[in-house]
């Protein structure tokens, strides 16, 4: 790595701050902690190329990730010599090769996380995607009025798929808007349902089959790595919705566009994707029936307070050869 006069003299390191699309970061933490001893540089745009996002690294022994934007595999940590420190909002990334980063010496340590947010965006899609929310705002800013008929929530059956951290919340959400409620994982008990005052479905199948509006809360993995096919919406009443807040590759794409336009399902509230950010001519961005919003989650003041002023402490403490919250020991 070439090292300037500047850098050579004050034994200033680099750091990037990585797909700060909403240019916030720096205002919702206080980085001037760091400048003494940091060269902070904020990327705004997203980089999806490999060899790219390894150019643009390359110079830097410090980069602060916003949880799985970008994603650190194997490959893109032996193309980064310089890089000593990895820092990400939450305490489980799905997106960095931990034994990678721990073979090439890269530290990475994490940040708690408030882990309400996404439940509430939930229940924020659930009322949009069931009351047809984003056409009728858009008919009215278009000097239109009412384009559609919505339907009501109490009555009908919540079918939770996890009743974890996510799922548990918006199970309650259910209950108080006078919904029945179900929930469904390959380990969840009676007992754990019973805690939270709701029933456990018999099956995925009977959860699907029962249920009026199905809300997904588990997370990635092999196990639930397309869970929801063509098959899971053949089983679904034609008047059910279906709601992702979790991870895009639980449900499978074609078959949740198959769905919608075919009418085997009345619609879909959707916040995560295969692909982020969503390509802009895939079909979810113009299917009127699927109201989709760009991974907003975790994405709240609260939480980018936590994530980056837990970072900034994460980068102190490395700093001063005290590292804390390592996710790869």
Sequence with gaps: MAVTARHAEMLILRLAILDDFQNVVRSVADWSVLEDRVEITVFNDHLANLDAVAKRLEPFE?????RERTRFPRALFEKLPNLKLLVTGGMRNLGIDLAAAKERGVLVCGTESIGYSTAELTWGLILATVRNIPREVESV????????????????????????RQGGPVAGYGKAFGMKVLAWSQNLTAERCAEHGVDLAKSLDDLLSRSDVVTIHVILSERTRGLIGAKEFARMKRSAFLINTSRGPIVEETALIAAVEGGIIAGAGLDVFDI????????????????????????????????????IEDIDAWLKGKPIRIMNP
């Design 62 to 66: 410090i980069v602060v990730c916003i």
């Design 141 to 164: 800013r278009k000097g239109g009025w009412q384009v559609g008929l919505g339907v009501g929530l109490r009555g009908k059956t919540l079918g939770v798929i996890g009743l974890g």
């Design 276 to 311: 982020e950010p969503l390509p802009p001519d895939h079909p979810f961005r113009r299917i009127d029936r699927i109201v989709a919003t760009p991974h907003l989650g975790y994405t709240v003041k609260e939480g980018y307070e936590q994530f980056f002023g837990q970072g």
